[in-house]
C-alpha cells in the first residue's frame, strides 16, 4: 500500500516551454501532497504544500507564477514548470500523506520525475 | 524550528562489515524521525521511523536506529552490510503532532565495497 506516481520520469524540453508534472497516489487518499526539488546530490528542498481543494502554499523563495501547483482530487496534484529555463533543470520529487492515516507526519514519495530544458 | 545533520556525507564500508550513518537532530518540540533511502534516479524508500515509542526502532532491509534524547541523535546501524545497500540515506526530522512537514538532512551516500 501507499503507492505514488509520477509521469512522466523524465521530459526534455526547449527553453521557453511549459512542462506538467503529474503525482498520483495509487491506493490511498492523498490530503495534502508535497513537491520536492533535489540538485546533483543534495538533499530534497520542499517547494510547496498541496492541500487537497486549497492553493498551495509555497516555500520561501519558490515563485508561485513559476511553479503551478493543483490538487484538484484526492489523488492527482499536477507541478507546471511556467516558461521553463535551463536553471529549472533539476530532479522533482512529490510525496503524498493522508492525514487522518499519517499521524506522524510520514510522506510517501514518489520516483521522481528529471527535467532537462535545452 | 527544525533541523537535521548528518555527519559524513560519503561513507564507505566494507561487505560484512557494520554500518553507521549518523544523525543530530534540533526541535523545540518532541519530534518524530525519519530515515529514508534513495537509489539513483528514484524517489525516497521509507526504513523506519521513530514517534515517540520505543526508542529502538527496526526497520526494513535489517537496519536498525535508536532514539537518544539526551544526545539528540537517530543514528542508523545494520550488524552486516551487503553491496544492495549502497544509496543514499536521508535523515529527516517532524514535530510531533499531526500536519508538519518533514526537514531533510543532506544526506550521506553510503558505498559497499568487496
Known amino acids: 500500500g501507499a503507492v505514488v506516481s509520477q509521469h512522466p520520469s523524465w521530459v526534455i524540453c526547449k527553453s521557453g516551454t511549459s512542462v506538467k508534472i503529474e503525482c498520483r497516489s495509487l491506493?490511498?487518499?492523498?490530503?495534502?501532497m508535497f513537491w520536492y526539488r533535489q540538485f546533483p546530490k543534495q538533499s530534497l528542498m520542499l517547494m510547496a504544500t498541496s492541500n487537497e481543494g486549497s492553493k498551495a502554499t509555497y516555500e520561501q523563495g519558490v515563485e508561485k507564477d513559476k511553479f503551478l501547483i493543483n490538487h484538484a482530487s484526492l489523488t492527482l496534484s499536477t507541478l507546471t514548470v511556467t516558461s521553463a529555463h535551463p536553471e529549472d533543470s533539476s530532479f522533482y520529487i512529490c510525496?503524498?500523506?493522508?492525514?487522518?492515516?499519517?499521524?506522524?507526519?510520514?510522506?510517501?514519495f514518489g520516483p521522481g520525475t528529471r527535467l532537462t530544458v535545452l | 524550528a527544525q533541523s537535521v545533520t548528518q555527519l559524513g556525507s560519503h561513507v564507505s564500508v566494507s561487505e560484512g562489515a557494520l554500518v553507521l550513518l549518523r544523525c543530530n537532530y534540533s526541535s523545540s518540540v518532541p519530534p518524530y524521525l525519519f530515515w529514508y533511502v534513495q537509489y539513483p534516479n528514484q524517489g525516497l524508500q521509507l526504513l523506519l521511523k521513530?514517534?515517540?515509542?520505543?526508542?529502538l526502532v527496526k526497520g526494513i532491509n535489517g537496519f536498525e536506529a535508536e532514539f537518544k534524547k539526551s544526545e539528540t541523535s537517530f543514528h542508523l546501524t545494520k550488524p552486516s552490510a551487503h553491496m544492495s545497500d549502497a544509496a543514499e540515506y536521508f535523515c529527516a526530522v517532524s514535530e510531533a503532532g499531526g500536519g508538519n512537514k518533514l526537514t531533510f538532512g543532506t544526506g550521506t551516500q553510503l558505498k559497499v565495497e568487496l
Open positions: 491506493d490511498f487518499q492523498a490530503t495534502t
Open positions: 521513530y514517534t515517540s515509542a520505543a526508542t
Open positions: 510525496s503524498a500523506r493522508n492525514s487522518r492515516d499519517s499521524p506522524h507526519n510520514e510522506q510517501f
